[in-house]
């Protein structure tokens, strides 16, 4: 064969070998011991009448019902269908589970379809999870039109209603933009609309986001967005405890305080030198009419303040205030850069007083090179001090302001959005006295 047919073969069937590598395989029928699950996710990840359709309509209703026990609707798309099976078995023999017989997809999809998923059934207990598919195809505020809606129409059916809200997932979203997002980031804002519309309808809210965040390392799947079986099991067992008690998982109370974060990075300019570059955070409670109830600042620096990499012993360390912090900074003659004020989840800010507690241990040393140290919980550098908040972060051989803005990175996760008019917080701990540049994420 003439060798340029060969290469023109070859250019041809590449692309299709290719596709048909990355392709992902449709996933076993599930049972309430091997379910999995990916996320909602649009037609980035999901065809009409696909496999998951397809398990749907097959577990869309009980194997047996019974008239005198209440019925149960699960209205969702890939993560309730998966979580189905395990409903319906925890609940036993209290509740017949029925479930839409295919994905619910957007939220103006499900608006199409609600009548035909409600019939003229008497619903007892109607749990609704939605947002995945709209984060890739909705606007933010068409959603909280739609959810509206939705919400309105359930009502009418006389039915206890539970909005169960998005779960988190990994931060893997460039492989099918071609680019990072932090979905994660997505998913708080659709999540948060959502929480505003369930309080204004005094509709409890099951908060699976925050349930499953502390655990999404060890129970979901790194590459496809899946949940293992262990992470379908705790997300059914949520579900199935909202069933069971749905008054004690409350309606979206209205917020008696706000959690702010505030994350700062000194620096010598272009040399950057380790003696002066240091990462630092401040994490706020305050009340809702701006009334400062409480500061905590992780600044871990050792006790002699000499930074040395080359300094491999453990010394001992000092967790210094932020006035302490800004104004050894200013001695040192170090620039200082700040990122914030950011309003936080309130679980970061419990973490953050929690390690200013391990902190105070004297037993806790300081050292430069903390790799092996740091899992031990015995030895932090005044970065990892900080991002370990939020699980373990690479930070190789940046420092300063480049260390701190990973961290606030590392910590997309748990921020809610930029605050708006802090004058009054940053009198409150009094930055006014100090230069700062400020970053913006």
């Known amino acids: 064969m003439d060798r340029r047919w060969l290469v023109a073969l070859i250019l041809l069937v590449a692309p299709a070998l290719a596709r048909a590598q990355e392709e992902p395989s449709s996933p076993p029928a599930s049972d309430v011991i091997n379910a999995t699950t990916s996320l909602p996710s649009s037609k980035f990840l999901d065809r009409p009448n696909d496999e998951t359709d397809r398990r749907a309509r097959e577990i869309a209703a009980p194997e047996s019902t019974d008239p005198e026990r209440p019925d149960v609707l699960l209205i969702g798309s890939s993560t309730s269908i998966a979580y189905t099976p395990v409903v319906r078995h925890l609940l036993g023999e209290e509740f017949d589970v029925f479930r839409v017989p295919e994905k619910a997809r957007t939220t103006s999809y499900a608006l199409k379809r609600l009548d035909d998923w409600l019939g003229e059934h008497p619903w007892d207990v109607i749990v609704l999870q939605m947002g995945g598919w709209d984060s890739l195809n909705t606007p933010i505020d068409t959603f909280e039109r739609n959810i509206r809606a939705i919400i309105a129409r359930l009502e009418r059916t006389g039915a206890t209603i539970v909005y169960a809200n998005m779960t988190p997932v990994p931060d893997l979203l460039h492989a099918y933009f071609g680019r990072k997002t932090n979905y994660n980031d997505v998913i708080l804002r659709y999540n948060t609309v959502a929480e505003h519309v369930m309080r204004d309808e005094e509709v409890p809210v099951l908060d699976l986001f925050r349930l499953m965040l502390p655990h999404v390392d060890r129970v979901q799947h790194k590459h496809d967005y899946r949940f293992t079986p262990e992470g379908i099991q705790m997300i059914g067992r949520h579900v199935a405890d909202a069933i069971r008690k749905p008054d004690e998982v409350g309606p979206a109370a209205e917020v008696e305080f706000v959690y702010y974060l505030l994350v700062f990075g000194s620096y010598s300019g272009d040399s950057n030198l380790i003696s002066k570059s240091h990462t630092f955070a401040t994490f706020i409670k305050a009340t809702t009419d701006r009334e400062l109830v409480e500061a905590h600042t992780i600044s871990w620096v050792p006790v002699d303040r000499v930074v040395d990499p080359l300094r491999a012993k453990p010394v001992p360390g000092e967790n210094l205030d932020l006035a302490k912090t800004l104004e050894w900074c200013q001695k040192v003659q170090a620039r200082v850069s700040l990122w914030g004020p950011f309003v936080i989840d309130p679980v970061l800010y419990r973490k953050a007083v929690k390690r200013v507690e391990h902190l105070a241990d004297s037993s806790?040393?300081?050292?430069?090179?903390?790799?092996?140290?740091?899992?031990?919980?015995?030895?932090?550098?005044?970065?990892?001090?900080?991002?370990?908040?939020?699980?373990?972060?690479?930070?190789?051989?940046?420092?300063?302001?480049?260390?701190?803005?990973?961290?606030?990175?590392?910590?997309?996760?748990?921020?809610?959005?930029?605050?708006?008019?802090?004058?009054?917080?940053?009198?409150?701990?009094?930055?006014?006295?100090?230069?700062?540049?400020?970053?913006?994420?």
């Not at 373990?392 to 420092?399: A, G, N």
């Not at 961290?407 to 997309?412: A, K, N, P, Y």
Request: glycine share 4%; proline share 3%; net charge positive.
């Open 364 to 441: 806790v040393r300081y050292v430069v090179l903390d790799q092996s140290l740091r899992r031990h919980h015995s030895a932090y550098n005044c970065i990892h001090a900080v991002s370990d908040l939020g699980g373990h972060l690479r930070t190789y051989s940046k420092r300063g302001a480049e260390a701190s803005s990973m961290v606030v990175d590392h910590f997309r996760p748990w921020i809610r959005r930029q605050a708006r008019d802090t004058r009054w917080l940053e009198q409150e701990l009094d930055l006014i006295r100090f230069p700062l540049t400020r970053r913006h994420r």
